[in-house]
């Protein structure tokens, strides 16, 4: 998995307008900086304290890029081989797109780019499509879920999904003031065995729908209210991992936050699901970024190098 450490994290005025979850800072910039680093450094040791191959990159100096640590709005590695580049809203968050780092990943894990898809013309029209934000993907069941935003367009899911093999399941969920989540992946997170859903924020025209397709695919569905979401209790990410005792592993990576607003029964029921959870706690990065641990990583699928 890929991790990007931040180099001039901070308060993007410019994405504040569609995420709701993000808060400016009563700090200096160079406190929240220093805060976010050490929030990045406490995640990245605790994930390799658990077995997981951490990639890490590190930010350009210029331009300065103050989402950096969310790489995966703007690329996906898959498990063929393919790479995908997203369009993103904002125009500072542009920049955070680097080759470099695509190439940086590819070589760490001995893989292979046998596919790079290149959606970023789209950002010319006005259409966006946010990486692993947008999308929550069913890898086993091949079914892409997105939640309608100004950050996730609907006819670009569709377009993502024929290009990659999955199905598309689009629905609209938006938080108590009638404001549309900006990610899915803050209402939603599928695991081998779970699935996570904020269904009080789903429309009630989809809400069954997208509930069944969950049900469908064999997997227990935690639900949880709007309050959790906003305490960040649907952004966790399932990761694969090696034990000496287990041999291969299943921990889920949650936010300390995330795990305060879950009940002690949701909690149980996730618990149950994996081998182990990984609570790290990144407040800073919550609070001034408006996304938590699942929005820090981008999952690298090994991929074997040409014979």
């Known amino acids: 998995m890929l991790l990007v450490q931040p180099r001039a994290f901070g308060f993007n005025s410019e994405t504040a307008g569609s995420n709701t979850l993000q808060h400016a800072p009563s700090a ?14 406490g995640l990245r040791q605790a994930l390799q304290g658990e077995g997981v191959q951490v990639i890490v990159a590190e930010d350009s100096p210029n331009p300065v890029k103050p989402d950096a640590v969310f790489p995966n709005n703007w690329v996906s590695f898959h498990a063929d ?7 993103m809203l904002a125009t500072s968050r542009r920049a ?7 190439d940086q990943v590819i070589r760490e894990i ?3 780019l046998r596919r790079l898809l290149d959606l970023t013309v789209h950002e010319r029209d006005g259409r966006y499509l946010e990486g692993t934000g947008s999308l929550v993907l069913d890898h086993v069941g091949r079914i892409a879920y997105a939640c309608r ?11 993502w999904s024929a290009q990659m093999g999955y199905r598309a399941v689009v629905f609209d969920a938006t938080d108590a003031a009638g404001v549309p989540y900006y990610h899915t992946n803050v209402m939603l997170g599928i695991g081998t065995d779970f699935a996570v859903l904020g ?10 729908r997208v509930r069944g397709e969950l049900r469908d695919s064999g997997r227990r569905v935690v639900e949880i209210p709007r309050e959790a979401i906003a305490g960040f209790a649907g952004n966790m990410l399932e990761l694969a991992t090696w034990d000496e005792a287990l041999g291969d592993a299943r921990v889920l990576v949650m936010s300390a936050a995330a795990r305060a607003a879950l009940g002690d029964a949701q909690y149980r029921q996730l618990a149950g699901a994996v081998d182990s959870v990984l609570l790290v706690p990144v407040p800073t990065i919550e609070r ?6 699942r929005c820090m990583i981008a999952e690298v699928f090994q991929t074997a190098p040409d014979a």
């Open 96 to 102: 955070e797109r680097r080759r470099e780092i695509v």
């Open 110 to 112: 001995g893989g292979t």
């Open 288 to 293: 001034v970024g408006g996304g938590s641990v």
């Open 199 to 208: 269904a009080e924020s789903v429309a009630p025209a989809d809400r069954e």
């Open 149 to 159: 935003s100004p950050r996730t367009d609907s006819g670009l899911v569709e377009q």
């Open 28 to 41: 200096g910039a160079q406190a929240v900086q220093a805060a976010a680093l050490s929030e990045f450094n």
């Open 81 to 87: 081989g393919t790479v995908v580049l997203y369009p």
